[in-house]
């Protein structure tokens, strides 16, 4: 079978469109004559800004020289697995890494070839984590959300800056404890100090006071000499996560640290003075954790000197959609994945479910639901991970009671809390919106949500 040599340039046209690595090729005068697909997307140009100009009339080197293309065209030179950092035409910085050679004819230098896989997300995201703070990733500014709870709560946070005073953060689970806690550090005096966390939970009884106090050889069999975390956190923030979580003694000798500013490891006799700044995270209202005697009422007259009780995401319906495409933005750099949003069906069901793990089961969400996703750029309701598929919301119907038996006052009853969930996902959870909507006070409305469990 005779071979079409028409096909050729299609054929490899085809292949160098669709292959997954960036491709650019320059004459022996430096100009480009090849630049694929996939090359226009690892340094977001067109092909008509770069084919047929030269090279350094397009990129800029912080070294000319530096152009792994300009070294295998002047000098032959081969390169494998250079990392190159340069700018593109727009003063974007691009990162990639190269295997770069010279093309041949004769002994003679035609031109070059770069291959080039991109890295520059990821170097983009090392960049800002070391940028951050030792042990702290988290500031103001990455809160998300423009809800008037959250802007409240925000505020109030920004406030507890300018003392050392003791925080209390009160909030369930997956609501962002900690990211505020960071927060309210390296907003503050402290924030060159050191920032511990430790979760009060995670550790048994028996190990946790020694972790908090320190101990000094001899206290017990085993013991060695060694730091307390009051003492490494000495001059910045210790934050105790799920206070209420620690056994009442030890809560007393917490409140004695506190209030005396000092601390006596386990095994001494002498106190060593401390600088503490002290931020405790409760994952339940303090008052009930007080009634259930989890928490020591005197502890917590100290501890809440300022507090913060952080709403669930049911509460702020406002942020989830910002929340969302947050989420998306961040997986799309850590799985090199180019998602744009979501389908409505996905949104009305972001929208309408309750989020009981709150932000930290949306972000898992978001998550799972790119995990199954391939060349797409929309999340639909064929992403969302198995435990959220029978969930969605579609076609939705009027109300239509199932029990007829039931009396006038029931019936009507259920249709009011119908249409209210109706007009309230209309207003996207807008209380003010949908108490004007239906014609009711604010004050009315809210009854009516608290009483049905309806946000």
């Not at 230098?109 to 988290?138: F, H, P, Q, S």
């Not at 972790?211 to 001059?235: H, I, Y």
Request: with cysteine.
């Amino acid at each position: 079978m005779e071979m079409d040599y028409e096909w050729l340039p299609l054929i490899f046209q085809t292949i160098m469109d669709e292959i997954d690595i960036g491709l650019h090729v320059v004459d022996e005068n430096g100009t480009s004559v090849l630049y694929n697909k996939k090359m226009m997307q690892i340094e977001e140009m067109d092909g008509h800004d770069v084919l047929g100009k030269k090279l350094l009339d397009v990129f800029t080197f912080a070294n000319q020289q530096d152009s792994t293309l300009v070294e295998a065209l002047r000098y032959g030179k081969t390169s494998k697995n250079v990392k190159q950092t340069y700018f593109n035409n727009k003063g974007q910085e691009i990162t990639t890494v190269n295997h770069t050679f010279p093309i041949l004819k004769n002994g003679d230098i035609k031109g070059a070839v770069e291959i080039a896989k991109d890295v520059t997300k990821l170097e983009r995201l090392i960049k800002e984590n070391m940028n951050k703070t030792e042990n702290t990733k988290y500031t103001f500014d990455s809160l998300i959300g423009n809800s008037p709870v959250i802007r409240e709560v925000c505020e109030h946070a920004m406030r507890a800056t300018r003392t050392s005073s003791s925080v209390l953060i009160s909030g369930d689970t997956g609501t962002g404890k900690e990211v505020f806690a960071q927060s309210i550090h390296n907003g503050s005096q402290r924030s060159t100090g050191p920032f511990i966390s430790q979760n009060c939970a995670a550790l048994p009884e028996n190990l946790i006071e020694g972790l908090l106090f320190g101990t000094t050889k001899g206290a017990f069999t085993g013991a060695v000499d060694r730091q307390g975390l009051f003492e490494q956190a000495n001059g910045g923030t210790l934050l105790l996560d799920e206070i209420n979580s620690l056994d009442l003694n030890l809560q007393a000798k917490l409140l004695r640290v506190i209030q005396e500013k000092t601390v006596r490891k386990i095994g001494a006799t002498k106190d060593i003075p401390i600088d503490v700044r002290i931020i405790a995270t409760i994952n339940e209202d303090p008052i009930d954790a007080i009634s259930g005697q989890r928490l020591r009422k005197d502890l917590y007259y100290r501890l809440s000197v300022v507090t913060l009780f952080i709403p669930p995401l049911k509460d702020r319906k406002e942020d989830i959609l910002e929340l969302a495409h947050y989420f998306i933005e961040k997986y799309n750099a850590l799985f090199q994945m180019e998602v744009k949003g979501f389908e409505d069906e996905v949104r009305d069901f972001l929208l309408a479910y309750d989020w009981p793990g709150n932000i930290r089961e949306l972000e898992h969400f978001i998550e799972g639901a790119m995990n199954l996703m391939s060349v797409e750029t929309t999340i639909d309701s064929t992403h969302l991970p198995l435990q959220y598929r029978n969930k969605t919301m579609t076609n939705e119907k009027p109300y239509q009671s199932t029990d007829s038996a039931l009396p006038l006052k029931e019936q009507i009853k259920y249709a009011e809390k119908y249409y209210i969930e109706k007009v309230m996902k209309t207003c996207n959870h807008n209380i003010s919106q949908a108490a004007k909507q239906l014609g009711i006070s604010r004050q009315s409305l809210q009854y009516r949500l608290k009483k049905w469990n309806t946000r």
